[in-house]
Every structure is written in C-alpha cells, then in structure tokens.
C-alpha cells in the first residue's frame, strides 16, 4: 500500500483490506497461506508446448560474480536455439576491470573504452529477449546481472520463464563429475572457440541446450512446465 498507492500510514489491518479488495477477484492473483499476494500460478494445461518455445540462451562477462553490489556486464550475447547471434555487444561497464578478469577474459580497459554503456543498448537486448525462455548455463548468475542492468538503464524489471542448463544437465546427465560448460560441451562434442567471451560461450550453451531438450523429450517431457 504504501509502495504502490502511496498510502503511507495504512496499517496492517487498512492495508490488508484495501489489497483483498483489489485482487481477491482477479484470477491473475492468488494468497499463500501466510497471507502474502502473488500472482497465480498458471494451469497446468497454459504451459506451452517445448516446439513452441522461443529459446533466448545468454551469456554475460561481468567485471566481478556481485550483480547486486557493484559489478557491471561488460559484453553480453545473446543466441538462439540454431545458434544464430540474435544480439552481441561490448559494454562499458563504467568501473575499472580487475586484472584477473582481463586475464581470463581478454576484455580490458582499452577493449571497452569505446563500447556503448548499458543504457545505450537496452532496447537492442529487450527486442532480442522478447517472447523468449531466457536460458544460460548457470542462469541465476546472467539474468541477475542482467536484470540489474535493465532496471538501473530503464527501470523495467525483467519478467518470464527461465531454464538453467546446469540444472538440467544435472538431472539429465547424473553421471557427469561437474556440470560447468567446459565438461557439458565436451561430453556432447561441442567445441567452443574462444572461451570466456559472451558470444562463444552462448552459442555452446545454446547447442548443449538443443542436446539438452532432446535428452528431456526422450524422458516425457512435452511442454515448458515439464522441462
């Protein structure tokens, strides 16, 4: 109440009224048993079949793993499920680059010295995600960076279904001794040139995500819920 409407000295009791008032009708949003509203979840029977889904697979090169305390992405690709570059860009991050992520990446101060800040890519990068499943391989890392960076550019927060492919090769492949990209790749044949920058790593995720849904379609997976 006080976030949304403005309503600064609503009690509890005023507060909780007012919310039951606005969205207990509405079956876009439900109540956990604790009393707090969230939006519904969707029948089983909405989940879209996986042959139509829109597969998005990102990869980020940040200056550092704290989205939420200061690091910043300092190239970003994104790529489709055949592999095609849907969108890539250098970014300058607006912070010095440790040396340490320099060495591994090769992305230095020189190379990002004239690349577009954040803001001046977004509407490029929103294009490129919408209507899609946002994928990467270990995806609570990229879409925290990513979705910080989209709500400090243009203050929209990042909404949408979400696959990990660690997670699913963690299920799909229990034999493996990690699930890192290096070892997922190998283990499909994949081989990825140039390791440690976004447009690489993004198109061998995406490939090991084609390899991925196959493994889950031969184990019943049908739609997006299932996956």
Known sequence: MRDVLGIAQANRHTADRIAAALLAA???FGRTPDGRWMLAA???DASP?????????VDVETTGVRA????RIMEIAVVRLDGTVAFHSLVNPGIPIPEFVAGLTGIDARMV???PPFEEIVDR???ALEGCVFVAHNARFDWAFVSTEIERACGLLLQGPRVCTVRLARKLLPDLPRRNLDTVSYHFGIEIEGRHRATPDAVAAAKCLAKLLRLAQGNGARTLNDL
């Open 125 to 127: 990068l929103l294009i």
């Open 26 to 28: 509405d079956t876009r």
């Open 68 to 71: 939420f305390r200061g690091d």
């Open 49 to 57: 079949a996986l042959e139509d889904c829109k597969f998005a697979v």
């Open 113 to 115: 010295r004239n690349a």
């Open 42 to 44: 969707p029948p089983p």
